[in-house]
Each structure stands twice: as structure tokens, then as C-alpha cells.
């Protein structure tokens, strides 16, 4: 665990080496110019987002199948992978409209992908009012995983398959029909290592977010034993 | 389970018809919005999608009242805990959903005629416009039942129901409200994909709930 720790330290050096290859080692692109350098920075967002709920559906299976887990459970852990996919899928939105604003002259037109990401949001935004009515730490482990679990199977749904069924406006996505990235070079290379850094962006929130849980657990413990 | 399940839609069906709380509610809310339209429009016709959007929130909003009912009123009085004792979780699943898909099914016969007389909709491909009206409001039955235990566990708390369930309703919407308008506007431009696309859809989430109903279900 420490191992991974120190690995993730490498964030300080991966996201200023993101920021400096987007802003002044990629090339502009064609048509957009420098407005089109917010896609170092939107599609690993999307991405990181994705990854997230994915991770809080498969923690909540295994909640449900019952693997115990030391210092906080896995429902938790879950809960904060839900936390962080919503918070980037909300800077996903602001990333994606200042660009649309840039490329189509308007933040919003109800696009199958806006249309997506805004189901997408409703769905998280149901799963923490639903975790906020439950009051019984036990129940809500399990409702709240079984909530994600159904979230996450309706994902592939809004991800993949509504902007391909019907048209968009959107730039072809990363994973498109060719399954070919159309990039210079450069501007490929400065997307991987931008995905890369907020993978690794994500792994140190979230495990930043599963420390605090086993700090203000053990403080709680030190409490109930102290009265 | 056969039996078990039996049992249970025998309970429900004689529980809920002795007050029709429920149902009651949701015709009565039906009724109420669907004349305050009307009223407001004063005879003014909507163009066929402004039609099939009413008509689906209006669906929408009176099923919301009363399908989350089977699960909370076990709660409120108490009878889940005798409930879960006598029988299976999976046959308790399968009476409530076939208990809801049932209760949708009046509700819908109720609303939609309704609607068609007071919002003067005429409609040109009558088959269609069955099958959307069905198709839809079977996907609403079926993909509500599990929100409605989740809710009960909840405490039954107010428009939690609602708000859980209208995310993961928001594509069976989208495409009713599409069919509809589409059966209503031109004959024989019926596309059935659509309806086969949410009678999957009622499939998969009700597969989905019926192997995660045991965890919602059992304390």
C-alpha cells in the first residue's frame, strides 16, 4: 500500500507536465486554433468520470457479495468513487459547453451527448438524496450499492449507445467507429499523457477520500472509548 | 414460488381494493391535471408532440403517486418483517412487479382515453399508439418496482420516489413521448423498433432488479 502511495506522488510531476505539453508543446488544431487545447482537458475529465462510476459499481458488487474489507467498507469506498465521478462529470459539462460555446456559438443545445451527461448527473444526483434519506449506516451500504450497481449497468447505455443512434454535433469520440484516434501526433501523445495524469489524479483523491474515512473512524472509536 | 406468489397478489390485490388509496390517488391526480390543462388550453389544440409530452407527464407523475404504495405500505404497517418470513424474496418480487404491472395497466386505461376526449387527440395509427401507450407503461411498472422498495427502506420519504426513479425512467419517456407523437401525427409510419427497444429495456432492468431485489429486501 505504501508502494502505491508513493507512486501516486507522481501526480506532482504527471499534471504540470499535462498542463505545459497542452498549452505550449501541442500544436493548435486546424480549424479551432488554440480553443481546440481544452481537449487535453475534457476528454481525460470524461473520462476520469467514467472510470470512477465504473469503479463504485464494481466495489458496490462486491459489497453485495460480501468481501469485507479492513478500515471502512466497501460501500463507502463506493460512495466516493460516486462522489468523485460526479464532480468531474460536473467539470465535464463546464469543459464541454465553454467549448461548445467556442465551436457551435451557443454553451447548450440539448445534443444526445449533453442530453447523456445531464441523465448521467440526475442519476448521481438521485443516489446521494437517496443515501441522504437512509439513516441507518447498514441499510444504506446496501441500498446505496444496489442504487450504483443499477446506475452503472445503465451507463454503457447513455455513454455509447444514445449519441451513436442519433445525430450529434459532438467531434467523434476517442473510441469511435474506426477505433483510430484522427491526431497529429503530438496533440496524440500530450491526450495520453493527459488521460494518464487524471487517472492518477483520480487514485490519489480516492484514496485521499478512503484515509480521511479511517481517520475520522479510528477518532470515533477513540470517543466511544474514551466515554 | 408459484403458489407463494399467488398468495401474495391474492394479499396485495385484496389490501389495496379495500381502500384503492393508491389508485384513488393517482386517477384522481390524472383527472385534476389533465381537465386543468384542458381548461387552461381553453379548446386551443396542441400540435401532436406538445400532445404526446402531456400526455406521458401526466402517465408519469400519477404512476409516481401510487406504484411506490405496495412496497411503503408493508412498512407503514409493519407487515414486512411477517412478510419476509413466510416468503422468498424473489416471490415477493415477482407479485409486486406483476401487482404493479396491473395497477399501470388500469391506470393507463383510465388516463389515456381521458386525455384523448378532453385534449381533443385524434389519433391516425391506432395500433401503434396502443402498443406505445403499452409499451411505455409497462417499462415505467417494471423499472419502478425495486426504486419502490429502495424508497420504502427509505422511510417512504416524501418525492424520493420521484427523484430516484425518473433518471432511470428518462429513455423509456424519451422514446414513449417519440412513438406517441409519431402514432399520433401520420399512419403508417410506425416504427417498432422503438417498442421493441423498451420492452428490452423493461427486460434488462427487471432481470437487474430481480437478482439485486434479495439485497434491498432482506435486513
Not at chain 2, 409499451?135 to 424520493?160: E, F, P, Y
Not at chain 2, 399520433?184 to 439485486?212: K, Q, R, W
Request: glycine share 6%.
Amino acid at each position: 500500500m505504501k508502494a502505491v502511495r508513493i507512486f501516486l506522488k507522481i501526480i506532482y510531476v504527471a499534471m504540470p507536465l499535462t498542463i505545459v505539453m497542452a498549452f505550449l508543446w501541442a500544436p493548435p488544431a486546424a480549424l479551432l486554433g488554440d480553443a481546440s487545447r481544452i481537449l487535453y482537458f475534457h476528454v481525460p475529465i470524461a473520462w476520469v468520470s467514467f472510470l470512477a462510476f465504473v469503479v463504485s459499481g464494481i466495489l458496490s458488487i462486491l459489497h453485495l457479495s460480501g468481501v469485507k474489507k479492513q478500515n471502512g467498507g466497501l460501500d463507502e469506498k463506493a460512495y466516493h468513487s460516486a462522489a468523485i465521478g460526479f464532480t468531474f462529470t460536473i467539470m465535464t459539462v463546464i469543459t464541454g459547453s465553454i467549448w461548445a460555446r467556442i465551436s457551435w456559438g451557443t454553451f447548450w443545445n440539448w445534443d444526445p451527448r449533453e442530453t447523456s451527461i445531464v441523465i448521467i448527473l440526475l442519476i448521481y444526483i438521485a443516489y446521494f438524496s437517496l443515501q441522504g434519506a437512509l439513516t441507518d449506516n447498514e441499510k444504506r451500504g446496501r441500498i446505496g450499492s444496489t442504487y450504483l450497481i443499477l446506475a452503472m449497468v445503465t451507463l454503457p447505455f447513455f455513454v455509447f449507445l444514445v449519441p451513436r443512434l442519433y445525430p450529434s454535433l459532438h467531434p467523434d469520440p476517442i473510441i469511435n467507429a474506426d477505433k483510430k484516434i484522427y491526431l497529429d501526433d503530438h496533440m496524440k501523445l500530450t491526450l495520453i499523457v493527459g488521460i494518464l495524469s487524471f487517472s492518477i489524479l483520480y487514485c490519489y483523491l480516492f484514496d485521499l477520500m478512503n484515509r480521511i474515512l479511517v481517520i475520522r473512524k479510528k477518532i470515533e472509536e477513540y470517543r466511544e472509548t474514551s466515554n | 414460488m408459484v403458489r407463494d406468489i399467488i398468495r401474495n397478489l391474492r394479499k396485495d390485490f385484496r389490501v389495496e381494493f379495500r381502500s384503492r388509496f393508491a389508485l384513488n390517488v393517482s386517477i384522481a391526480f390524472a383527472v385534476i391535471t389533465t381537465t386543468a390543462l384542458s381548461l387552461a388550453a381553453g379548446g386551443v389544440p396542441f400540435s401532436p408532440r406538445v400532445q404526446s409530452m402531456l400526455l406521458w407527464l401526466i402517465i408519469f407523475f400519477s404512476a409516481m403517486n401510487g406504484l411506490s404504495h405496495i412496497f411503503v405500505r408493508e412498512e407503514d404497517q409493519g407487515t414486512s418483517l411477517f412478510l419476509r418470513i413466510t416468503a422468498s424474496a424473489d416471490s415477493i418480487f415477482a407479485s409486486k412487479l406483476i401487482y404493479n404491472l396491473a395497477f399501470m395497466a388500469i391506470v393507463l386505461c383510465v388516463v389515456t382515453p381521458l386525455f384523448m376526449f378532453f385534449m381533443q387527440v385524434t389519433v391516425r395509427d391506432a395500433v401503434y399508439f396502443a402498443g406505445s401507450v403499452a409499451g411505455g407503461g409497462l417499462s415505467i411498472a417494471a423499472s419502478t418496482t425495486i426504486m419502490a422498495a429502495m424508497v420504502a427502506k427509505a422511510g417512504g420519504k416524501g418525492s424520493l420516489f420521484t427523484i430516484i426513479s425518473f433518471p432511470v425512467l428518462l429513455p423509456v419517456l424519451w422514446l414513449s413521448i417519440l412513438s406517441t407523437a409519431s402514432s399520433i401525427e401520420s399512419a403508417g409510419h410506425a416504427d417498432y423498433g422503438t417498442l421493441i427497444f423498451l420492452l428490452a429495456f423493461s427486460g434488462f432492468i427487471t432481470a437487474i432488479s430481480f437478482l439485486l431485489f434479495r439485497y434491498v429486501w432482506q435486513d
